[in-house]
């Protein structure tokens, strides 16, 4: 069972940037998807991106064009640059995995993860 820890999160203004990371107990290299997803309190969980295991990504349209997902070459750290960040990008941010090779849309959509870290806040003020 892979082991996920995210970090930094913080509070910037709008506009502003944040690099999230989530550290990965083993390699994730082999049929992992990986993605990011995030929660506002009392709201429901929202697929931010997705990147699959053959490396394809997908992005929730409200953040398509200002973030970025990617891993590192040993496929043990997973990213999301964000950039252009707004009020209501605020939220709960966590990082998930799953060997299941269901597609990066289902992901997307349903935030169907066998694994997900503790998540990192991120507060985006106006």
């Known amino acids: 069972q892979v082991r996920l820890v995210e970090s930094g999160g913080g509070s910037v203004q709008s506009g502003g940037s944040l690099r999230l990371s989530c550290a990965a107990s083993e390699s994730t290299e082999v049929d992992y998807s990986m993605g990011w997803f995030r929660q506002v309190q009392g709201k429901g969980r929202e697929g931010v991106a997705i990147?699959?295991?053959?490396?394809?990504?997908y992005y929730a349209d409200s953040v398509k064009g200002r973030f970025t997902i990617s891993q590192d070459t040993l496929k043990t750290t997973l990213y999301l640059q964000m950039d252009s960040l707004k009020p209501e990008d605020t939220g709960m941010y966590y990082c998930a995995a799953d060997r299941r090779l269901y597609s990066g849309g289902y992901y997307l959509r349903t935030t169907d993860f066998q694994y997900r870290g503790q998540g990192t806040q991120v507060t985006v003020s106006s």
């Open positions: 990147i699959d295991s053959r490396s394809a990504t």
